[in-house]
């Protein structure tokens, strides 16, 4: 089974939607800070986060955005950069 790398980050205008979406979005991650969410998913996976945030937001106000990256490339941070939760399944060096 093969997980990609993606950064998910949205912008939603309610308190409750942004709850519900902050919940929905945690049990994918494995790390991140406020809107923005690290994930390594399957393609079934991400399907799931695609249908659910659709659910969750309102397409005429919010907006959520998922970037795919690759596991093997060399981010650069800046500021306090915090590991993630599992590192093994990723190494950032």
């Known amino acids: 089974m093969q997980r990609d ?3 998910i ?6 308190p ?5 979406a902050r ?4 049990g994918f991650s494995t790390g991140g800070q406020k809107s923005v ?3 390594f ?4 996976e991400l399907r799931e986060v695609i249908s ?3 659910h969750i937001i309102d397409e005429n106000a919010d907006r959520v955005h998922i970037f795919s990256l690759d596991g093997r490339s ?6 306090e950069a915090i590991p993630p939760k599992d590192p093994e399944f990723f190494y950032f060096g």
């Open 5 to 7: 790398l993606y950064i």
């Open 9 to 14: 980050a949205y912008d939603i205008c309610k």
């Open 16 to 20: 409750k939607r942004l709850q519900r």
């Open 23 to 26: 919940y929905f979005l945690k």
């Open 37 to 39: 969410f690290e994930c």
């Open 41 to 44: 998913l399957t393609q079934g």
């Open 52 to 54: 659910g945030m659709s």
């Open 74 to 79: 060399n981010p650069h941070t800046i500021g």
